[in-house]
């Protein structure tokens, strides 16, 4: 299984990416570029975006939209944007400030396969276009 997890912080990186290898032994964690662009080569079974504000809906609008299946965790000071997690059919919603534990439950219910089918299914749909604004 493959992740990647996009964040500004290093340090947040650095939380992350061990919960995701604790909770899932073998689980290869990339660290996303966050050099302006979006860097969408790569398939991942989870994408975690530590993001605010409209970069962070960017790029998991641009993820979702590229990479349907995938299960995407994204992490925001905005709760405003849990409408856009919702259209965009994403696994999780975490609001900041981000506690370890909120995480780590998130990932284990991940990891025991607690996903619904409508989870992993693309935001284009049935060629019904649900946008992220």
Do not use: N
């Not at 409408?83 to 965009?88: S, Y």
Request: with cysteine; glycine share 10%.
């Amino acid at each position: 299984m493959d992740a990647v997890v996009f964040t500004k912080s290093r340090q947040e990186y650095g939380m992350l990416s061990g919960i995701l290898a604790d909770e899932s032994p073998g689980m290869r964690v990339s660290q996303g570029s966050m050099d302006g662009h979006y860097h969408l080569e790569h398939k991942y079974d989870i994408v975690v975006v530590g993001v605010d504000g409209a970069q962070g809906m960017e790029l998991v609008c641009a993820y979702r939209e590229r990479f349907g299946d995938a299960l995407v965790i994204w992490i925001t000071d905005d709760p405003y944007f849990a409408g856009v997690a919702i259209r965009t059919h994403i696994f999780d919603f975490i609001v900041r400030p981000l506690a370890e534990s909120r995480f780590r439950e998130t990932v284990r219910k991940l990891m025991a396969g607690k996903t619904d089918s409508w989870q992993r299914m693309p935001a284009c749909w049935r060629g019904m276009e649900i946008d992220c604004l």
